[in-house]
């Protein structure tokens, strides 16, 4: 089993920042992506950004230019740098990670419970 803790979110004005952490735990033998996505009041679940192991980072259009998001390998860890918040960024965060827990294993995605940001106009 892996889990994934989360931290930071909180209420900020907009043009505000905030930082969220991702931390995974267990059984991991290697780790494809760690990434965020988020999910706002009765809209469906989006990625917001991820990093892949292999190097690359895939953003939202509506991000690029205002996060930023940083992968430690060897932390299992992964920051997300929310800059010039907008009040549609407003959601709950979850952040997402591709695990392989044994050698030759299955994929397996797992998800954080979320952490709300809020952003006041």
């Known amino acids: 089993q892996v889990q994934l803790v989360e931290s930071g979110g909180g209420l900020v004005q907009a043009g505000g920042s905030l930082r969220l952490s991702c931390a995974a735990s267990?059984?991991?033998?290697?780790?494809?992506?760690m990434g965020w996505y988020r999910q706002a009041a009765g809209k469906q679940r989006e990625l917001v950004a991820v990093?892949?192991?292999?190097?690359?980072?895939n953003y939202a259009d509506s991000v690029k230019g205002r996060f930023t998001i940083a992968a430690d390998s060897a932390k299992n860890m992964v920051d997300l740098q929310m800059s010039s918040l907008k009040p549609e960024d407003t959601a709950a965060y979850h952040c997402?990670?591709?695990?392989?827990?044994?050698?030759?294993?299955?994929?397996?995605?797992?998800w954080g419970q979320g952490t709300q940001v809020t952003v006041s106009s």
């Open positions: 990093a892949i192991s292999d190097g690359r980072i």
């Open positions: 267990g059984i991991i033998f290697s780790i494809n992506s």
């Open positions: 997402n990670a591709l695990v392989i827990s044994t050698r030759g294993g299955p994929l397996r995605s797992y």
